[in-house]
């Protein structure tokens, strides 16, 4: 199994630019997550998912868009870059059944510079 | 909501020693604790994690505790190696369907050899 895996690792954008952060699992978990970690900080919950076409926000969801047609994949759609969107973005994933929680897979990890 | 706090950031220890890191949190309702280790350039990794129903659980040279009542909980690593050099952060849910971690602000762990 590749685990969690994120397209692209780096990416630098002008402000005002859209682009679409890429996030894959095989080990056919239900719940995916989206969070982004500044310098210093903590990782914070953008959005996350429970299931195909199902979504909700997290803690920061402002500035984020997010889908989930398949089980597999659950990308981040950036509208309009502004710097303050510069940070390093992770997915994650987990399976939940009664008398879980179960252990949250992480991606990589996207690295995005906006300026 | 919930607010995790971590201390300290950073943290020196030498090879063998023991470390510990402490965090608290702010909802009674949280009652699942996991911590994370990051490595450079990589996710995060959880090394373990405790349910509240539970004081204490160890990982052979890894420990946690929790102390519902003050509300903190705490890492304890012992006969450091220096692999075992990361930021570490802790975390605190609710177990309830989607599993929406809150963070603390990371310790960067060093260990002198």
């Known amino acids: 199994n590749a685990g969690v895996t994120q397209t692209p690792k780096f990416r630098i954008l002008k402000i005002g630019q859209s682009m679409t952060l890429q996030c894959a699992q095989d080990?056919?978990?239900?719940?995916m997550y989206w969070y982004r970690q500044d310098p210093g900080m903590g990782l914070k919950l953008i959005y996350y998912s429970v299931g195909a076409g199902i979504t909700d926000k997290g803690e920061v969801p402002n500035g984020y868009n997010v889908s989930r047609s398949t089980t597999e994949d659950f990308p981040l759609r950036l509208e309009l870059a502004a710097p303050s969107q510069t940070s390093v973005y992770f997915c994650a994933s987990s399976y939940f059944l009664p008398g879980g929680p179960y252990e949250q897979f992480f991606g990589p990890g996207t690295r995005l510079t906006v300026l | 909501g919930e607010n995790v706090e971590q201390h300290p950031s950073t943290l020196s220890v030498q090879e063998g020693d023991s470390a510990v890191i402490k965090c608290t949190y702010s909802?009674?309702?949280?009652?699942?604790f996991p911590w994370y280790k990051q490595e450079l350039g990589k996710g995060p990794q959880l090394i373990i994690d405790?349910?509240?129903?539970?004081g204490e659980k160890k990982d052979q040279r890894i420990a946690v505790t929790l102390n519902k009542t003050a509300k903190h909980f705490s890492l304890h690593i012992t006969e450091t190696q220096p692999e075992d050099s990361a930021v570490y952060f802790c975390a605190a849910s609710i177990i309830q369907g989607a599993q929406k971690l809150v963070f603390g602000q990371g310790t960067r762990l060093t260990i002198n050899p």
């Open positions: 080990m056919n978990h239900n719940y």
């Open positions: 909802d009674s309702a949280s009652n699942y």
């Open positions: 405790i349910r509240s129903n539970v």
